[in-house]
């Protein structure tokens, strides 16, 4: 996955545990370099939980694109490329709620297209259980910059020297 222009790592934050969602950011996976970051009004209500743990208000949400205007661009980022998130069932999920109540078609909901690094990191350490916590900012930059950190230190050291040079 760290190939050059093979994946990208995405995250998204939500209104709540299965809301919409608020915040979304995309890197390439081999690089890191930031292909988009940006806040999502949701059309919804941020709930108090949500806010306290990704810190994203309404207020903060008001002015940015809703996610219908956002995905070609989200989609030209991922174009060609796996879509790596921590929890892929969870991030695909989000991606499958949006195209579902905005009424949208997007190939980004075909699941064949996600790889899951939380899967991949429990099978590493040789663990059954796969629900870990990633250890992210719980801001959608900060997570995926998190989860490549994360896929670096499997690949190993010659991997991680390389992909930071």
Request: with cysteine.
């Amino acid at each position: 996955m760290l190939t050059p222009k093979t994946a990208v790592i995405l995250d998204f934050e939500t209104c709540s545990f299965d809301g919409a969602v608020c915040e979304v950011a995309v890197i390439a996976a081999d690089t890191g370099q930031i292909l988009l970051d940006t806040l999502i009004n949701p059309c919804a209500p941020i709930s108090g939980e949500a806010q306290r743990v990704h810190g994203i208000s309404d207020a903060d949400t008001a002015g940015a694109p809703t996610f219908p205007q956002l995905l070609p661009h989200l989609e030209r980022v991922c174009r060609g490329r796996v879509c790596i998130t921590y929890n892929a069932a969870f991030d695909h999920g989000r991606v499958v709620f949006e195209a579902d109540r905005w009424r949208l078609h997007t190939p980004l909901t075909d699941y064949e297209r996600w790889d899951c690094a939380m899967v991949e990191r429990s099978t590493w350490l040789g663990l059954r259980w796969r629900y870990r916590r990633l250890g992210g900012t719980h801001r959608a930059l900060g997570d995926v910059q998190a989860t490549r950190a994360l896929l670096l230190d499997m690949a190993g050291p010659a991997i991680a020297e390389s992909a930071a040079a």
